[in-house]
């Protein structure tokens, strides 16, 4: 029975707060009664967002990600900000980092990124009906936009240029959901 898998929380100590995240450590009840110390990371969640032009193309953003000193290929993604509804957030992140705008928006799903020692989740949203706006990044964030056939993401996914937890689960939700619902018609593999 799942009940005899639960942790009980008996004390929890913040160790850390930070500007975006704020670590905890607590300290819970076994199942079998035993204690045991947990570290996690409390996050306030984030939206991604796949936009989709009617010919078949996506947008993503290329940029640097500091704690593994590398460029990675993503979905156009960001935290909510407190109060924020997940698509409004997506929305947000999709004109702020892309400068797209759109007139159809779709929930696909969501996703939990790490889910031995942080609580985020990432909701997941797919975009068309596209126009080109403004894009208005963050003063510290710098991102080169992408734009490509689908089918040509999903063979970079398969062949590992594409490494992105939530990029790449965002591309499978809205396939998933995509194959259901269609608005339009979409290649996904070369010809």
Same mark, same amino acid.
């Given at each position: 029975?799942?009940?005899?898998?639960?942790? *009980? &929380?008996?004390? #929890?100590?913040?160790?850390?707060?930070?500007?975006?995240?704020?670590?905890?450590?607590?300290?819970?009840?076994? !199942?079998? %009664?035993?204690?045991?110390? @947990?570290? /996690?990371?409390?996050?306030?969640?984030?939206?991604?967002? =796949?936009? +989709?032009?009617?010919?078949?193309?996506?947008? =993503?953003?290329?940029?640097? *990600?500091? !704690? $593994?000193?590398?460029?990675?290929?993503?979905?156009?993604? %960001?935290?909510?900000?407190?109060?924020?509804? !997940?698509?409004?957030?997506?929305? @947000?992140?999709?004109?702020?980092?892309? %400068? $797209?705008?759109?007139?159809?928006? #779709?929930?696909?799903?969501?996703?939990?990124?790490?889910?031995?020692?942080?609580?985020?989740? +990432?909701?997941?949203?797919?975009? /068309?009906?596209?126009?080109?706006?403004?894009?208005?990044?963050?003063?510290?964030?710098?991102?080169? =936009?992408?734009?490509?056939?689908?089918?040509?993401?999903?063979?970079?996914?398969?062949?590992?240029? +594409?490494?992105?937890? &939530?990029?790449?689960?965002? +591309?499978?939700?809205? $396939?998933?959901? /995509?194959?259901?619902?269609? !608005?339009?018609? =979409? *290649?996904?593999?070369? &010809?």
């Amino acid at each position: 029975m799942s009940k005899n898998l639960i942790e *009980r &929380k008996l004390s #929890s100590e913040k160790v850390y707060a930070g500007e975006l995240l704020h670590v905890f450590k607590d300290k819970v009840q076994l !199942p079998d %009664g035993g204690l045991a110390g @947990r570290e /996690w990371i409390k996050h306030p969640g984030a939206s991604a967002i =796949l936009p +989709i032009f009617e010919n078949g193309d996506v947008m =993503l953003v290329k940029q640097f *990600r500091y !704690p $593994l000193s590398q460029i990675f290929y993503e979905v156009p993604a %960001g935290k909510i900000d407190q109060d924020e509804p !997940p698509g409004i957030t997506a929305v @947000r992140e999709l004109e702020e980092e892309t %400068g $797209l705008i759109c007139e159809h928006i #779709s929930y696909v799903g969501h996703f939990h990124p790490a889910i031995g020692f942080t609580d985020e989740v +990432i909701h997941f949203y797919v975009a /068309w009906g596209l126009a080109e706006s403004k894009q208005n990044v963050d003063a510290d964030e710098f991102v080169q =936009l992408v734009r490509m056939p689908l089918y040509e993401v999903i063979a970079m996914i398969e062949n590992g240029q +594409i490494t992105d937890g &939530k990029t790449m689960a965002c +591309i499978y939700r809205t $396939l998933n959901w /995509w194959d259901k619902h269609a !608005p339009f018609a =979409l *290649r996904t593999i070369a &010809k």
